[in-house]
């Protein structure tokens, strides 16, 4: 089945600077990946996501990358901002099962 | 958000009692789902449904049951709690199993003395 890791746990930036949080996974045969952002006592967001045909997709501030043949994704944040701290949950689903599996999340504290 | 609603939003409960912790969509979708949140571990699945009375288990499905008698509704029950199940509950929905967002519902807190 489908094994997610996510690194770091927790990342410190400057206002300002970027951000860039990792994940990998083991099936590969998984074809959508979704970020997730979770402020404190609220509920997961979706912030973006990418399907497998693609290497890279962008909104504004936020963009998300994909090496399938690596099998590992990344959520890069520009220009943070205060606002931008929460924690980040990436997720990939189980090719057999549909079933979505989480990392363990990334704790994004934006200094100002 | 999506129209998911959960009920009750916090609980106190004791070791051994039955807990049921209900979810509410308004969005038609097929595909309902229960999380549990933990520090450290990040969201796993509990149980999920693909359709009014269709259920299977997740990661994590040692005592709990779901129910699934309408679209709209899916039943998560502690059937005798414990201190190991406080944590913080948490349901989405997708319309489809594959390549499809999930939106999560508001969560429930619950604490088992």
């Known amino acids: 089945g489908e094994n997610v890791e996510q690194h770091p746990s927790t990342l410190s930036v400057q206002e300002g600077d970027s951000a860039v949080i990792k994940c990998t996974y083991s099936?590969?045969?998984?074809?959508?990946f979704p970020w997730y952002k979770q402020e404190l006592g609220k509920r997961p967001q979706l912030i973006i996501d990418i399907r497998s045909n693609v290497g890279e997709k962008k909104d504004q501030r936020i963009a998300v990358t994909l090496n399938k043949t690596a099998k590992h994704f990344s959520l890069h944040i520009t220009e943070t901002q205060p606002e931008d701290s929460a924690v980040y949950f990436c997720?990939?689903?189980?090719?057999?099962?549909?079933?979505?599996?989480f990392g363990t999340g990334t704790r994004l504290k934006v200094l100002a | 958000d999506a129209g998911i609603t959960q009920s009750p939003r916090h609980k106190v409960t004791e070791t051994g009692t039955p807990v049921t912790l209900r979810c509410h969509q308004t969005?038609?979708?097929?595909?309902m789902y229960w999380y549990r949140q933990d520090p450290g571990h990040g969201l796993r699945l509990i149980h999920y449904s693909y359709g009014v009375k269709d259920t299977d288990k997740g990661e994590v499905s040692d005592g709990y049951s779901v129910s699934r008698s309408k679209t709209e509704d899916f039943l998560l029950t502690l059937e005798s709690a414990t201190s190991s199940q406080t944590s913080v509950y948490f349901c989405?929905?997708?319309?489809?199993?594959?390549?499809?967002?999930?939106?999560f519902g508001p969560g429930t807190r619950l604490l088992v003395l």
């Open positions: 997720a990939a689903i189980d090719s057999g099962t549909y079933k979505y599996i």
């Open positions: 989405a929905i997708s319309d489809r199993a594959s390549q499809e967002t999930q939106y």
């Open positions: 969005e038609n979708h097929r595909y």
């Open positions: 099936d590969s045969a998984s074809n959508y």
